[in-house]
């Protein structure tokens, strides 16, 4: 399926690989990157895998970092991204996108 992102998720991820770079360098943010596009790789093959978290929104978890993707199945054709989120954060955030 193609995946397709919502506009946010990209200042959600330089936001997140800001914070990485700042404080562990540019190994661990690379590893982050790496670690959402494995992450993007697995809703592209395998959407329905993941739980549906509220109104058809699922979550898949990061492996080594405390974040997670929301995306919804758009179509037979697509996923939808909605968020790239810290655990910790607001569980309504992202949700409205």
Do not use: W
């Amino acid at each position: 399926m193609r995946v397709r992102l919502n506009s946010r998720v990209y200042s959600d991820l330089e936001s997140a690989m800001a914070y990485y770079l700042r404080e562990a360098g540019s190994q661990i943010a690379t590893e982050f990157y790496d670690e959402f596009r494995r992450c993007r790789r697995i809703i592209s093959e395998r959407p329905r895998t993941y739980p549906v978290v509220r109104d058809g929104i699922r979550r898949i978890n990061f492996h080594r970092f405390p974040y997670h993707i929301l995306y919804q199945i758009a179509d037979e054709t697509s996923v939808r991204v909605l968020a790239l989120k810290h655990d910790r954060r607001d569980p309504d955030f992202g949700l409205d996108r």
